[in-house]
Nanobody, 121 residues
């Protein structure tokens, strides 16, 4: 059972990146998938979460209107499209799975290795 986040990189302010979350050993579509980030010296925070049915997605206030989380069930992948990136979006981004889109990080059972996103001019 493994989760893997990928797609990070270095981008200028105002740029875009798309992160991917892939699973091996289980079906990602059976779980709610949260995206989290942790910047140096800061606590990890939930950026977004998409439910199993794709009916609901939740976003951190500071990313609303800029980030979008989607599922591709054919590929069993969850994406985080990040547009209009800001310097303060710089962090290591992780994906994690849970039975539902909980705000409690303890409710997320499996975490992938993070991918670094750096927004800098």
């Amino acid at each position: 059972v493994q989760l893997q986040a990928s797609g990070g990189g270095l981008v200028q302010p105002g740029g875009s990146l798309r992160l991917s979350c892939d699973a091996s050993g289980f079906t990602l579509d059976d779980y709610a998938v949260g995206w989290f980030r942790q910047a140096p010296g800061k606590e990890r925070e939930r950026v977004s979460c998409i439910t199993t049915s794709r009916v609901d997605t939740y976003y951190l206030d500071s990313v609303k209107g800029r980030f979008t989380s989607t599922r591709d069930n054919d590929k069993d992948t969850v994406y985080l499209q990040m547009n209009s990136l800001k310097i303060e979006d710089t962090a290591v981004y992780y994906c994690a799975i849970a039975a539902f889109c909980s705000l409690r990080q303890d409710d997320y059972d499996e975490w992938g290795q993070g991918t670094q996103v750096t927004v800098s001019s």
